[in-house]
């Protein structure tokens, strides 16, 4: 099988897969049938395109050296922690999924195609998120958690907003209007504060922030790692308030300020107390921190502090600022690239309260943020210094369906 073929294949594979990972959130049985056979059928998929592929490039070396490390110090952990294979398997899978991505990235022909799967999913759960938390809390094995609706409408907001720039869309500007507009209203419907708080952000970002302050790479870096820092001292600062007894009503929203979280929180960061080793090693991912439930933190931050400690932490979170760094140094960054950027960023920021940066069903959401940032060039023909290095040592792929 020539190369021409193999990259073919590999682009048909990533591209099916999205899809249909997008498709899965329209039905909750379908769902459930995906979540069960996604986690290992993805990744199967995801290795058959790297096997593919059949070269490492000399840029591409500090990932496969990410996934080496991180699954050798996690398979260390396993032995000390109550942790679990998954756990160890998750972020390695994670960075897989971003480095595909950025390997084999999309056309534009396969970009208008997700751009209207995306307007689909949205429009449908636009419709359907009257009365959906309410539906969701009487009825929650037949009915999508509202929290990944809301995660889905912010995931899919963020992304037509882009790709309909990208595509140079005629009425972009009131498109935009109307969208943020329906999808504000249709979060609130999920209640769910946390994507709205993230897509909120993002709107600043991408309209009130000067757009030259995207092409600065320490002000990237930093606004990434103070939200880093945050989503960890957020955890503690929560739980503490919760513990004092200070509460307030929160706006726009039937919830209270505490939804079980910071009993969750308030119980690592006595557990960790109690053991100093496990600050740099982690409880393990099987760690009981709510009376023999199962296990999920609601923040990404404190979820690999729990799983692997401040090693895993530091490991996990400096190898996604070491690629923002990258990108910034190889390539002058088009405007899709600058918004893609500040996708990941809300990504970023969606963590505090949400694991989704470790779930798997949105890790197509997640990381094809910067897949597609390495990957993609707009309209500015000066972008060209990262492809053509690229070209002199691995593929560059961009057939047709």
Request: hydrophobic fraction near 50%.
């Amino acid at each position: 099988m020539n190369a021409g073929i193999r990259n073919a294949i590999s682009s048909r594979l990533l591209f099916a897969i999205i899809i249909v990972n997008l498709v899965a959130f329209l039905n909750i049985r379908i769902f459930r049938m995906y979540a069960g056979l996604s986690l290992y059928g993805n990744l199967a998929v995801l290795l058959l395109i790297f096997f593919l592929q059949n070269k490492v490039s000399r840029k591409e070396q500090d990932v496969l050296l990410f996934v080496m490390l991180f699954m050798a110090f996690g398979f260390v952990t396993l032995l000390i922690t109550d942790g679990g294979f998954g756990s160890v398997l998750t972020p390695a899978y994670s960075v897989l999924t971003y480095w595909m991505i950025r390997r084999c990235g999309l056309d534009r022909r396969r970009i208008k195609l997700l751009l209207i799967t995306l307007l689909v999913v949205h429009l449908y759960w636009d419709i359907h998120s009257v009365g959906l938390y309410d539906e969701f809390l009487a009825n929650e094995q037949g009915t999508l958690n509202s929290n990944t609706v809301g995660v889905v409408l912010l995931y899919s907001t963020i992304y037509i907003s882009i790709f309909i720039r990208y595509l140079k869309w005629k009425g972009s500007g009131g498109m935009l209007l109307v969208l943020y507009a329906v999808s504000i209203w249709a979060i609130l419907n999920t209640e769910s504060r946390g994507s709205l708080i993230t897509l909120i952000m993002f709107i600043v970002f991408d309209t009130v922030l000067p757009k030259k302050v995207w092409r600065i790479k320490s002000f990237a870096l930093l606004v990434s790692l103070a939200i880093i820092v945050l989503g960890v001292l957020f955890t503690y600062v929560y739980s503490s308030m919760y513990e004092k007894g200070i509460s307030y009503s929160v706006p726009f929203t039937e919830k209270s300020l505490y939804s079980g979280r910071e009993v969750i929180w308030g119980n690592f960061y006595r557990e960790v107390g109690k053991d100093e080793v496990s600050i740099f090693i982690g409880l393990g991912s099987k760690a009981d921190l709510w009376e023999g439930h199962e296990l999920n933190l609601h923040n990404s931050y404190l979820t690999v502090i729990t799983n692997f400690g401040f090693t895993g932490f530091i490991l996990f979170f400096g190898f996604w600022l070491l690629q923002l760094n990258q990108l910034y140094s190889r390539i002058s960054l088009s405007k899709t690239q600058a918004r893609l950027i500040m996708g990941f960023l809300c990504v970023l920021i969606n963590g505090l309260i949400e694991v989704s940066m470790l779930w798997n069903i949105v890790y197509f959401f997640n990381y094809m943020f910067m897949g597609l940032a390495y990957h993609l060039s707009d309209e500015d023909p000066d972008n060209s210094k990262e492809q053509s290095d690229e070209q002199d040592t691995a593929i560059d792929y961009h057939s047709g369906l």
